[in-house]
C-alpha cells in the first residue's frame, strides 16, 4: 500500500483503489524547507520500570521473528509503478519513487499487547524523510504510525475513520542517527492503553490515553518533496505479552478449529471411495506415478530422523498449562490435559519442498481430537495444520493472521486407522503449492494453496470438547527435495568430516606460539583497529547467504551461524562497505566466540586469506576445549597444526572464548584468549577473504555466536 504524504503539519486524507494496492492520497501543504521546530519531549512514566521490563522481555525468545531471508508469504510485497516493496539479500525494502508519497508493508501478524523492534536503514534519497512502523493496523483507514525521518525527528500519528490527528507532533532526537546510510534500531511498547517509543534502545517518548486495539504492523516509508527514498528493514521481531502482566505470552495455547462433536467411529458407507472428496483444484496423480516419485524420494538419504529414543534439543515445545511434552520409550509424547487447545513441538528444520514420514498413536482420552503435523511454520499465527483424528477422519488447516482456514474440512477415510491405540503413518508431500496427504501409504488428499511458501516443521495434538488426551509419535523422517549450494558463500564446499579431528588432541601443543609472536600482537593491540563490528545489528558487512545446511542471522545483538547437516562446514564471509569484497594479506583479527547448540564435535573459527572454495587457512576451535589449523590449497587438506587439547579454551556452557589470527607474509600465528598457542611458517597463500564460520562432525546442529570483532590491517 501506499499514500500521498503530507509535509510536517496537518493532513488530510481520501481512499482510492490501485489494483491490488489501496492508497491513502493526502493533501498536500507547503514543501519542508526548514526542520520543524522542536517540541518538548514527553516525560516518560517510571522510565527505569520500563527498561527493565523491555530488558525482561528481550530475555525470552520472541514469538514473531523474520530475518528476511526469504519470502514466507507473511508480508505484501509488489511494485505499482510508483513504489515498490521487494525483498533482497535477506532485508524488506520500501522505495518511493514519487514526491510527497508514503507506502507501506503489510505484515499478517496482528497484536494487541506487545513488544517489537525492527532495525532500519536508509539506502537512498533524501534525509527529509520517513520511515518506521505502522500498528493497531486495522484497515487502511485506521492505524497508528510511528515515524522516524533520517534528519533526527520523530513523531507518532493516527488515521481514525479516515481522519488524521498529529498524537506526538514531530520531535527532534540525538539519539537519532542521522545521514546518509544511518542505522536506526525502532522499538514500540503497547500495553493497554500505554505506547512507549523507543530509538536505538532509548526510550524517547510515551503516550498514556491510546485506546486499546488489536491489529497489524506494518513497515513503512516515504519521500516528501525528493522522491526516489529507499529504506531497508531487518530482524523484525515481536513479543506478544499477556495483557496482565505485561510480560512475554506464557500459557496461552492456540485454539483449534472448531469441528462438528464426534464420540464414535463412523460406519463406512458401502463405497469408501465415494466418501472419500475429490482433491481440488487439481486431480490425484496417478497411483503409479506417485509410488514411483516416493519410492526415488525414499532411496535418497533423509536431511533429517528421529527415533525418539532420547531426549533432543531439535525439539521447541509451545508450553502452556495443560500441555506436556517429553520422550519416554522410544516416542515423543504429547499430552493435553484442558478442551479446546491446540498445542505442538517445533522441530528446527526450515524447509519450502519436502516430503515427511512420521507415525503417530493416539494412547489415551477421547477418540474426537486432532493430532498430526504442523508445516510451513511461519509465527504463531501462521502455518498449516495436517490432522487426523482416531475417528477415522482428516482434514488440512491454514491459521493465517491468527484465523483458522479450513482447507480441507474433516472428512473420513478408509485409510485413517479409526480406533485408539492402532499407529497411522501420515506423509506429506510438498512441493511448491501443491501438497500430496497420504495416510497409511495411500493418498487422501492433493490440493494447491500458496499462501506459505516456506517455514518449519512440527508435531501437533489439539482436543476440542474434552481435555485429557495423549498422542505419541515416533520415526520421524524427512526428505529435502531441493538442491542446494553447498555451502553459505561459495560452491562446492567439500561435505567430507573436515572438521573432526584427524589424530587424538595430545596433552601439549607441539607448536607453541612464540614470544616473538606474542610481543607483535601486544603491539598490534595497543593501535585501533581497522576494522571492529559489535554485531549490534545487521549493517551489512557480512554475507548473509543461506542454504538447506548452514545459515547466519543476526540474534540478541550477535551474529549467529547455524550448521544443521553433519560432517560440514558454513560460514559468513566479511563483505564490508564498498563495492568490492575486500581482501587482506597482512592483519591481525580477534572475535568472540560461543556456542547456542554445541552437540559433540561443535567447533567454530575463522576461515583466513580465502580465495575460493578450494583454497584458505582453516583455524578451528572445538567446543570440547581443542584447536587445529590447517590449509586448502588445491582441494587437498594439509595440517598445519594437529588437534590439540589447551586449557585456553572455555569449555562451560555459554562460556566466550576470544580468538584471533595473525596473518604476516608466511607467518601465521592463533591466540585464543590472549595467549598465542600455535604458529607456523607456510607461503602457499598470500591474500584471501576473511570469513567466520561453524562446523560440525557426526553430530547437527551446531550454533556458533559471534561478537566483538576487531581487524588491523598491517598491510596499510
Known sequence: MHARLRPRSALSVSLHSLGLVLALLLATAAPVIAAPPQAPPQQVADAGVIANRIAGIRDADPDIADSFDADNGTWKLGYDGET???????????????????????????????????????????????????????????????????????????????????????????????????????????????????????????????????????????????????VSFDNFAVW?????????????????????????????????????????????????????????????????????????????????????????????????????????????????????????????????????????????????????????????????????????????????????????TIGLLAEGEQMTILVNDEVVLEINDDTFPTGAIGLALGTFAEGGVTVAFDNLTLWSLEVSGDSLTVPDIPAQPTAEPTKEPTEEAPVEGSADAGARIDAILAGDPTISDDFRRDQGLWAMDATDSATPFFERRALHIEVVSENWIGWSEYIGVGEEQPQFSDFYAEVDMSFAQRPEGAAGGMVVRLQDSG???????????????????????????????????????????????????????????GVAVGEVQDADLSVGYLALLSATTDTAPVEVVYDNFELWDLSQ
Do not use: C
Open 84 to 230: 515498490s516493496v521487494y525483498l533482497r539479500a535477506g532485508r524488506l525494502y520500501i522505495a518511493v519513487d514519487v514526491e510527497s508519497t508514503v507506502a507501506w508493508s503489510e505484515s499478517s501478524t496482528r497484536a494487541e499487547d506487545f513488544y517489537m523492534e525492527v532495525e532500519t536503514t536508509h539506502r537512498e534519497g533524501a534525509l527529509n524523510n520517513q520511515f518506521g512502523v505502522i500498528f493497531q493496523y486495522e484497515d487502511s483507514n485506521n492505524f497508528l504510525f510511528f515515524s522516524v525521518g533520517s534528519d533526527g525527528y520523530y513523531s507518532l500519528q493516527r488515521l481514525a475513520d479516515d481522519e488524521w490527528e498529529m498524537v506526538i507532533e514531530w520531535t527532534e532526537s540525538d539519539v537519532i542517527e542521522t545521514g546518509e546510510g544511518s542505522e536506526n534500531l525502532l522499538g514500540i511498547l503497547s500495553e493497554g492503553s500505554t505506547v512507549t517509543l523507543l530509538i536505538n534502545d532509548a526510550i524517547v517518548d510515551q503516550v498514556t490515553d491510546l485506546p486499546p486495539l488489536e491489529g497489524k504492523l506494518a513497515l513503512a516509508a516515504g519521500a516528501y518533496d525528493e522522491p526516489g527514498v529507499n
Open 240 to 424: 506478544l505479552l499477556d495483557g496482565d502482566s505485561g510480560g512475554p505470552r506464557i500459557g496461552r495455547p492456540v485454539r483449534v478449529p472448531q469441528r462438528p462433536e464426534a464420540t464414535a467411529t463412523p460406519e463406512p458407507e458401502e463405497n469408501p471411495e465415494a466418501a472419500t472428496p475429490e482433491p481440488t483444484p487439481t486431480p490425484q496423480a496417478e497411483a503409479s506415478a506417485l509410488s514411483d516419485r516416493l519410492e526415488a524420494i525414499r532411496a535418497e538419504v533423509p536431511i533429517y530422523t528421529d527415533d525418539f529414543s532420547q531426549e533432543s534439543a531439535d525439539w521447541s515445545p509451545n508450553l502452556f498449562d495443560g500441555a506436556t511434552y517429553g520422550v519416554e520409550e522410544g516416542e515423543m509424547l504429547i499430552d493435553i490435559a484442558i478442551p479446546n487447545a491446540l498445542g505442538w513441538t517445533l522441530s528446527n528444520q526450515q524447509l519450502d519442498n519436502f516430503y515427511l514420514e512420521v507415525d503417530t498413536t493416539h494412547l489415551a482420552g477421547p477418540v474426537a481430537v486432532e493430532y498430526g503435523v504442523l508445516f510451513r511454520y511461519v509465527d504463531p499465527q501462521n502455518f498449516y495444520l495436517l490432522a487426523i483424528s482416531a475417528t477415522g477422519e482428516f482434514s488440512l488447516w491454514r491459521l493465517q493472521e491468527n484465523e483458522w482456514q479450513v482447507i480441507q474440512d474433516w472428512t473420513y477415510a478408509p485409510a485413517v486407522l479409526a480406533e485408539s491405540g492402532l499407529p497411522n
Open 615 to 673: 583454497d584458505f587457512y582453516y583455524f578451528v576451535v572445538e567446543a570440547a576445549g581443542n584447536y587445529s589449523l590447517h590449509k586448502r590449497v588445491g582441494d587437498v587438506w594439509v595440517e598445519l597444526i594437529p588437534w590439540t587439547a589447551t586449557d585456553q579454551i572455555e569449555t562451560a556452557d555459554g562460556a566466550v572464548t576470544r580468538i584471533g589470527v595473525l596473518a604476516e607474509g608466511d607467518q601465521l600465528a592463533l591466540t585464543i584468549n
